[in-house]
């Protein structure tokens, strides 16, 4: 690792942190806000829910949520949150060395007299440090909101911790999946419909999942992984997915190294 | 002591040519230059020796070091000016050349604001709102502001105007009479005669010929200019004898050989003028080309 590699990159991602966890933070707080008002009509809410095609709701993860509570309603905000986290995890993921390669500055950096594996630990540890940052405003911003507007309903701080604690191993799957398709891929020219594209494809096929009945492809999702509602339901990870996440993480991140460090980096062409 | 020492480097991209099977060597405080075409070769040599692409075949050493092997420690005391040069577009040419200085262990702070002040480099603009050729200068600065004991130039003028190429090669002269080695990529001739001592011609990936710069001149081609009259382009037409012009009763053309032999020849003729010379580089050049 080097210092001056991690510093430079932390800087060139300022100003995008700081846009995400705004975004971020408003999304929270505004969904919030509109709770109280809301749970007051819980009742007429989940009546007119059941009414709605049952596939419907399946689709959007909404038919085991109980929106009545306080984390029921947080954990459909979190869904969101997540997607957002997601899209800024694979941003970094899919930027990381293609970015410098695109605007050809990689020349600069790889003919310091830097290891390639310095290079991408330094990189990866700015890049986490970036996403460390929002999901601290994550953290903040959810246990305020929730202490404003949750009203006269009790909730219990254990799930929120779960829901909460589960961000980061979320964000590295985002971070380390974008980094590896990056470098298997000849060439990314542009970062966002990568990120977007892995993004919204894992979340659409945990929230479709229930649609096809039950099939290998829902395991892979983070999304599944890391769902709000089994942890509220059972006060606890699904064990098994979290493992089953993190691993592939970890091996992401070893064929990144296996891959980065015999890369050819390609002059103008 | 070989600083630079390539022994059989191939390198394919997939199935398009690199380079094939090239082999040379540079000394120690030597100026090496390395010409040829554009798409010889030349960026993807100086890219293997810098690792930033790795070799399909054969090795190459630098320092003694394997460029495989030993790149971190190698590029400790290289210099490396690209022929496109890319920076930070955001960052400030100060901020940049401050980041390039901290890889480095020295204080480099001195050398930077004499080299900028030396190429007129304004270190409070954007990158981003430079000009190619400014660029270019932020590119020389970087290259040398931790005092290399190897410099990688390639093309290392495009973009420059005659006077700062000027400044540039004088640079070049005293960093290598402070002892530092240059590998000099080009494929402008001119400046290659003027500034190296040896050079390697590389075309198609291959290498055609390495030659000290006084031996290519002279072991090789005769220009000669004879006017005289009753000239006909079949008037030389001996072994060894190309390239044959005629123009207003001038006769031009390259002799290889004897030169006794050519001088006879040429007395048996009632001569007006004659001139026998070395030919420039640019003309052995396109002779390897043909």
């Not at chain 2, 480097?9 to 690199?18: A, C, E, P, Q, V």
């Not at chain 2, 040896?198 to 072991?219: F, H, P, Y």
Request: charged share 20%.
């Amino acid at each position: 690792m080097s210092a001056n590699i991690y510093l430079h990159e932390l800087r060139t991602r300022v100003r995008s942190v700081i846009i995400w966890s705004l975004s971020v933070a408003a999304l929270i707080f505004f969904f919030s806000s509109i709770y109280s008002g809301f749970a007051d009509q819980a009742v007429l809410i989940n009546q007119m829910m059941s009414k709605f095609p049952p596939a419907l709701l399946e689709a959007f993860g909404m038919n085991r949520m109980n929106l009545a509570t306080v984390l029921g309603f947080y954990s459909l905000i979190f869904k969101f949150v997540q997607i957002c986290l997601a899209i800024q995890a694979g941003n970094y993921g899919f930027g990381l060395v293609s970015v410098e390669e695109n605007e050809l500055t990689a020349d600069f950096l790889l003919s310091k007299p830097v290891s390639r594996t310095q290079v991408l630990t330094s990189k990866l540890l700015a890049a986490l440090t970036s996403l460390t940052i929002t999901n601290a405003v994550v953290w903040a911003v959810s246990f305020g909101a929730l202490a404003i507007f949750h009203g006269s309903y009790p909730y219990e701080t254990g799930s929120l911790f779960l829901m909460l604690g589960s961000i980061v191993i979320f964000q590295l799957f985002f971070l380390s999946v974008g980094l590896v398709i990056s470098l298997l891929v000849k060439r990314v020219r542009s970062v966002t419909p990568y990120s977007l594209g892995l993004g919204f494809g894992m979340y659409v096929l945990d929230a479709f999942s229930g649609m096809f009945g039950t099939s290998v492809l829902e395991d892979i999702t983070p999304f599944k992984h890391m769902d709000p509602t089994y942890m509220i339901q059972n006060g606890s990870y699904d064990t098994p997915l979290v493992l089953l996440n993190a691993s592939v993480t970890l091996i992401a991140l070893v064929i990144s190294y296996w891959l980065y460090i015999r890369r050819d980096i390609h002059a103008v062409s | 002591m070989s600083v630079i020492e390539v022994t059989n480097l191939t390198k394919y991209y997939g199935k398009s040519r690199g380079i094939v099977d090239v082999s040379f060597s540079e000394e120690e405080g030597e100026i090496f230059g390395f010409i040829g075409p554009n798409g010889a070769g030349k960026s993807t040599t100086i890219r293997l020796l810098l690792s930033l692409i790795h070799p399909t075949s054969g090795s190459a050493k630098v320092f003694g070091k394997d460029v495989v092997t030993h790149g971190t420690e190698i590029r400790r005391d290289i210099g490396y000016l690209p022929s496109e040069v890319f920076y930070y577009e955001g960052m400030k040419v100060i901020d940049l050349l401050k980041y390039s200085a901290s890889f480095y262990e020295c204080d480099c702070t001195k050398r930077l604001h004499e080299l900028s002040d030396l190429m007129e480099l304004e270190l409070n603009r954007r990158i981003s709102d430079l000009s190619y050729g400014n660029k270019k200068k932020v590119g020389i600065v970087q290259g040398l502001l931790h005092s290399p004991k190897l410099l990688f130039l390639d093309e290392p003028t495009a973009g420059l105007d005659p006077l700062m190429q000027r400044k540039f090669f004088d640079l070049i002269r005293q960093e290598n009479a402070r002892g530092v080695t240059v590998f000099f990529s080009s494929h402008i001739l001119g400046e290659v005669q003027r500034l190296c001592t040896r050079v390697g011609i590389i075309r198609e990936g291959k290498i055609v010929e390495i030659s000290d710069i006084r031996a290519l001149q002279q072991n090789n081609y005769k220009k000669v200019n004879v006017t005289a009259d009753k000239l006909n382009p079949k008037t030389f037409d001996l072994p060894g004898v190309t390239n044959v012009q005629m123009e207003n009763g001038t006769l031009h053309f390259f002799f290889k050989g004897d030169i006794n032999m050519m001088l006879k020849k040429i007395s048996s003729f009632q001569v007006a003028d004659v001139t026998i010379e070395e030919p420039t580089l640019e003309e052995i050049f396109m002779h390897y080309y043909e």
